[in-house]
């Protein structure tokens, strides 16, 4: 198990274009978590996901973003009409939800989009 | 709401010199407690946690005591090395699990030989 995986690692878009990121979890994590990052700052809350159902959504996530995890595998998180306030680390995290315990959160190395 | 205070960086100490990173926290019910672990160029990795009032969680010589009375989680190492050098952040749990976290705004620290 390589752990969890985001792609790209890097990404310069333009203002106004939309992106969209790729992150594959630890193989048997059944949830997935998706944080914003900003320089000087700690990981934000954005989303998460419990297999392919979106159970929660932080007041972070605008109409410009949208998540899913269609087959509760790998995940995708897409910004539209990006802005400049966007440029951050956006950072995915794995879990397993066991029925008495939950294991802890394991992070990708994160995708950093600038907006220019 | 829930959120999470920790002393501000950066924290620059000498090899072998005793670290105290300060954190204390707000929150309903009983959250779980986190530190984190940035290295340069890497990913975030948990350092160690508690889970309850009173625990005590420690790994690579890191210690933190879960301290209900004074909501506080304060990260030490008695003896700090070069390579210990990093972003350390302070987390809470939120609503029981312990994937949706609250963090601090991290400190950094650096070891000079």
């Known amino acids: 198990d390589t752990g969890v995986s985001q792609d790209p690692r890097h990404k310069i878009t333009k203002r106004g274009q939309n992106v969209t990121f790729r992150c594959d979890p630890i193989?048997?994590?059944?949830?997935l978590y998706w944080y914003r990052q900003t320089l000087g700052q700690g990981p934000e809350f954005l989303t998460y996901?419990?297999?392919?159902?979106?159970?929660?959504k932080s007041r972070l996530l605008s109409d410009r973003f949208s998540a899913e995890r269609p087959k509760g595998s790998f995940s995708t998180l897409e910004i539209q009409r990006t802005e400049q306030g966007d440029s951050a680390m956006y950072l995915c995290?794995?879990?397993?939800?066991?029925?008495?315990?939950?294991?802890?959160?394991?992070f990708g190395q994160g995708t950093r989009l600038t907006v220019v | 709401g829930d959120s999470v205070t920790q002393m501000e960086g950066p924290v620059t100490l000498s090899e072998e010199a005793f670290l105290t990173i300060n954190c204390t926290y707000t929150?309903?019910?009983?959250?779980?407690l986190f530190w984190y672990v940035q290295y340069p160029g890497e990913g975030l990795q948990l350092l160690l946690k508690a889970t309850k009032a009173d625990d005590k969680g420690s790994n690579k010589g890191f210690e933190a005591t879960y301290r209900k009375e004074t909501t506080s989680f304060h990260l030490e190492k008695g003896s700090v090395q070069v390579s210990d050098s990093a972003v350390y952040f302070c987390a809470l749990s939120g609503k029981g699990s312990q994937g949706n976290l609250i963090f601090g705004k991290g400190t950094k620290l650096s070891v000079k030989p």
């Open positions: 996901f419990q297999n392919e159902a979106q159970l929660e």
């Open positions: 929150a309903t019910g009983y959250p779980s």
């Open positions: 193989s048997e994590h059944n949830r």
């Open positions: 995290a794995s879990s397993l939800l066991r029925p008495t315990s939950n294991t802890e959160a394991f």
